[in-house]
């Protein structure tokens, strides 16, 4: 099955940019999608198809993704950006939804 | 907007059955498909199910298969788990969530959560 891979954390200073990777056997030919989740919060959608932003998500979020490793990036990092984010494909070949580990970001 | 509340979570025993309940609004329902996925305590996101926009199509992940049914009512804007032969690894917060499909599968909008506690 295909396997997802993430650090667990990550910290940054506030102000400058984060960047949280998810590794994966020829990750760019997929399509890479980003979830932040913060305690008490519903999950949110913040990078779709690698670098699609839903609406209401600032643009300091963006991401890439090009051979073996996806990136989301934050710029202007603020402590509000605090959270657990997850990776995630549709790996076509079992059509399973596959989902990485989850990188804690801290702001310090 | 997209709203989304799952229901029908508690404390179980094992080998017992359980049913999820997941109510939409804000969208028209029949038009998505739509996932389950949890959350063990502490852990990270496990996907569990995913419907199409009838009954045509379904999938699961391999450690529900055969013991969890995905289903919906169309007609109520309603998403259905039903969990039988329940397992202490089954224990985490049960989220539904709106399918959406751009060179595969995602979820674009995810509901609270349910606690499932499958115990002695």
């Known amino acids: 099955s295909y396997v997802l891979t993430q650090p667990p954390s990550v910290s940054v200073g506030p102000g400058r940019t984060a960047r949280l990777t998810c590794g994966g056997d020829?990750?760019?030919?997929?399509?890479v999608h980003w979830y932040q989740q913060k305690p008490g919060q519903a999950l949110v959608l913040v990078v779709s198809a690698d670098s699609d932003r839903p609406s209401g998500i600032p643009e300091r979020f963006s991401g890439s993704n090009s051979g073996d490793t996806a990136t989301l990036s934050i710029s202007r990092v603020e402590a509000g950006d605090e959270a657990d984010y997850y990776c995630q494909v549709w790996d076509i070949y079992t059509e399973h939804v596959v989902f990485g580990g989850g990188t804690k970001l801290t702001v310090l | 907007q997209v709203r989304l509340v799952e229901s029908g979570g508690g404390v179980v025993q094992p080998g017992r059955s359980l049913r999820l309940s997941c109510v939409a609004s804000g969208f028209t329902f029949g038009s998505y498909g739509m996932h389950w996925v949890r959350q063990a305590p502490g852990k990270g996101l496990e996907w569990v199910a995913l419907m199409w926009l009838d009954r045509s199509d379904m999938y699961y992940a391999d450690s529900v298969k055969g013991r969890f049914t995905i289903s919906r009512d169309n007609s109520k804007n309603m998403l259905y788990l039903q969990m039988n032969s329940l397992r202490v690894e089954d224990t985490a917060v049960y989220y539904c969530?709106?399918?959406?499909?751009?060179?595969?599968?995602?979820?674009?909008?995810w509901g609270q959560g349910s606690l499932v506690t499958v115990s002695t």
């Open positions: 969530g709106r399918a959406f499909h751009d060179n595969g599968w995602y979820v674009d909008f």
């Open positions: 020829n990750i760019g030919s997929k399509s």
